[in-house]
């Protein structure tokens, strides 16, 4: 059980939590039966690795620290495998889950409505 929590400690840590949640939350809204949820997680986690780099560009950081934090990000992506195989799970579960919500909730509507549809 320790090594689990050690594992999801990795994946998600305190401070990345609520970035996590609100990529997950709005990318849930996009996922559709052409555009299965694994797609989705896959670039939910390509901009979860790219907003700390935006982060440092938006608050002034040179050129030069964006570029030695890039290549020293990219000289140790085998250290960081684990952790992103882990979010990118915790992800799928997140999105697929949200994505079953929506779709029961639009299957639930009473029969003669349609989603969307406002009648007074």
Same mark, same amino acid.
């Given at each position: 059980?320790?090594?689990?929590?050690?594992?999801?400690?990795?994946?998600?840590?305190?401070?990345?939590?609520?970035?996590a949640?609100?990529?997950?939350?709005?990318?849930?809204?996009? +996922?559709?039966?052409?555009?299965?949820?694994?797609?989705?997680?896959?670039?939910?986690?390509?901009?979860?690795?790219?907003?700390?780099?935006?982060?440092? +560009?938006?608050?002034g950081?040179?050129?030069?620290?964006?570029?030695?934090?890039?290549?020293?990000?990219?000289?140790?992506?085998?250290?960081?495998?684990?952790?992103?195989?882990?979010?990118w799970?915790?992800?799928?579960?997140?999105?697929?889950?949200?994505?079953?919500?929506?779709?029961?909730?639009?299957?639930?509507?009473?029969?003669?409505?349609?989603?969307?549809?406002?009648?007074?």
């Amino acid at each position: 059980m320790d090594a689990l929590l050690y594992l999801l400690s990795l994946g998600f840590s305190g401070s990345d939590l609520t970035r996590a949640l609100i990529l997950v939350l709005l990318g849930s809204l996009f +996922v559709s039966s052409r555009f299965l949820p694994w797609k989705m997680t896959l670039l939910l986690l390509a901009a979860d690795q790219l907003w700390p780099f935006y982060s440092m +560009v938006r608050d002034g950081a040179g050129a030069s620290v964006v570029v030695d934090t890039l290549i020293g990000y990219a000289d140790h992506w085998q250290d960081n495998i684990v952790g992103l195989l882990v979010r990118w799970g915790g992800f799928y579960v997140f999105v697929r889950g949200m994505y079953s919500v929506r779709r029961k909730l639009h299957n639930a509507l009473p029969e003669g409505k349609k989603a969307g549809s406002m009648s007074y």
